[in-house]
């Protein structure tokens, strides 16, 4: 993305401040405390929709209406907050919705998305067979496939990244989760188009971590399954337009249990009360991770989203 300057990052930011305000930056004591280093949290689960994606729905959708003007419906796979973005976008354009989940998926993010307006389908056990049944009706209905990576949810989403960069500009490393690469992205295009030299650290869940074997290997890989309750980072392949862009910007990309990430939604509730999902969470755990490495820096996490059903959530907060 090194070809999207901070004009274009403003640009799509002043567009998306007249649907949401920018969410806030706080660098919380206790986790300072805990982990012996600063630690500013980004917090994308104070949006409209509970995570970062609405911004590149915005900024996606805006392009679909000039580009293509007259598209009457969209399409999407999802896990949750991807198509949320989408409803909640689309609607306030007045188009259809179709919405492709996994049979398994959150309760809570299907009602969600209903709620902006979304025809939700529950179709295939992961997110990638969602997927490739999204791209079948696509056809079959004429529907505008909205994909889970493109130039302009990137250049969308980068827009919490460069509020982040404004306010903390001296940051060491920051954590970004990945599932299908978007906010990373962002964050790279962010700090890039800045000048910054912020380390970007990729996290992805060890039960899929095809993005940190891909990294290791130069080679993109796959893995059998994705049995993650972080629901966000449960995907099987990395998007090859996405792994190209972290594998050049990204320092390394780290992979964290699901216990770990349990860990740190706690310590999420225990030190700013705020909540997390658990692909929110992965940033901070990974950081917990690294901690001895990060000891006296400046460091940011990125809180994805807030979307975790209650049942989850009260299971791990326990």
Same mark, same amino acid.
């Given at each position: 993305?090194?070809? +999207?300057?901070?004009?274009?990052?403003?640009?799509?930011?002043?567009?998306?401040? /007249?649907?949401?305000? =920018?969410?806030?930056?706080? =660098?919380?004591? +206790? +986790?300072?405390?805990?982990?012996?280093?600063?630690?500013?949290? %980004?917090?994308?689960?104070?949006?409209?929709?509970?995570?970062?994606?609405?911004?590149?729905?915005?900024?996606?959708?805006?392009?679909?209406?000039?580009?293509?003007?007259?598209? /009457?419906?969209?399409?999407?796979?999802?896990?949750?907050?991807?198509?949320?973005?989408?409803?909640?976008?689309?609607?306030?354009?007045?188009?259809?919705?179709?919405?492709?989940?996994?049979?398994?998926?959150?309760?809570?993010?299907?009602?969600?998305?209903?709620?902006?307006?979304?025809?939700?389908?529950?179709?295939?056990?992961?997110?990638?067979?969602?997927?490739?049944?999204?791209?079948?009706?696509?056809?079959?209905?004429?529907?505008?496939?909205?994909?889970?990576?493109?130039?302009? +949810?990137?250049?969308?989403?980068?827009?919490?990244?460069?509020?982040?960069?404004?306010?903390?500009?001296?940051?060491?490393?920051?954590?970004?989760?990945?599932?299908?690469?978007?906010?990373?992205?962002?964050?790279?295009?962010?700090?890039?188009?800045?000048?910054?030299?912020?380390?970007?650290?990729?996290?992805?869940?060890?039960?899929?971590?095809?993005?940190?074997?891909?990294?290791?290997?130069?080679?993109?890989?796959?893995?059998?399954?994705?049995?993650?309750?972080?629901?966000?980072?449960?995907?099987? %392949?990395?998007?090859?337009?996405?792994?190209?862009?972290?594998?050049?910007?990204?320092?390394?990309?780290?992979?964290?249990?699901?216990?770990?990430?349990?860990?740190?939604?706690?310590?999420?509730?225990?030190?700013?009360?705020?909540?997390?999902?658990?692909?929110?969470?992965?940033?901070?755990?990974?950081?917990? /991770?690294?901690?001895?490495?990060?000891?006296? %820096?400046?460091?940011?996490?990125?809180?994805?989203?807030?979307?975790?059903?209650?049942?989850?959530?009260? %299971?791990?907060?326990?």
């Amino acid at each position: 993305m090194h070809y +999207l300057t901070r004009e274009d990052i403003e640009d799509a930011a002043r567009h998306i401040y /007249q649907v949401m305000p =920018p969410t806030p930056q706080y =660098p919380w004591p +206790l +986790l300072a405390r805990r982990l012996d280093c600063t630690v500013w949290v %980004k917090h994308e689960n104070h949006t409209p929709t509970g995570a970062f994606k609405v911004r590149g729905g915005i900024t996606f959708m805006r392009w679909l209406k000039c580009a293509y003007p007259g598209t /009457q419906g969209v399409i999407a796979a999802t896990r949750g907050n991807h198509g949320q973005s989408v409803a909640m976008a689309a609607q306030a354009m007045g188009m259809r919705t179709v919405i492709v989940v996994p049979v398994d998926n959150s309760r809570e993010k299907n009602i969600a998305m209903r709620g902006f307006g979304a025809e939700v389908i529950e179709f295939g056990r992961d997110f990638d067979e969602a997927r490739e049944h999204a791209i079948r009706l696509a056809k079959v209905h004429g529907l505008f496939l909205v994909p889970a990576f493109h130039p302009e +949810l990137v250049k969308g989403v980068a827009t919490y990244a460069l509020e982040l960069f404004n306010a903390a500009p001296e940051l060491h490393t920051v954590y970004v989760p990945i599932g299908c690469g978007s906010g990373i992205c962002g964050v790279i295009a962010a700090r890039d188009a800045l000048g910054l030299s912020t380390e970007v650290v990729g996290v992805v869940s060890s039960e899929a971590d095809a993005a940190k074997q891909s990294l290791e290997t130069g080679e993109l890989r796959e893995t059998a399954s994705a049995n993650t309750f972080a629901d966000g980072l449960a995907v099987r %392949k990395p998007v090859p337009e996405a792994f190209r862009i972290y594998a050049a910007g990204a320092a390394r990309i780290l992979s964290v249990t699901d216990d770990e990430i349990a860990e740190a939604m706690r310590v999420y509730y225990s030190d700013t009360h705020n909540l997390a999902e658990g692909a929110g969470a992965s940033a901070l755990a990974a950081l917990m /991770q690294e901690s001895a490495a990060m000891r006296g %820096k400046q460091v940011g996490v990125i809180l994805s989203g807030a979307n975790v059903d209650k049942g989850v959530y009260a %299971k791990v907060i326990g």
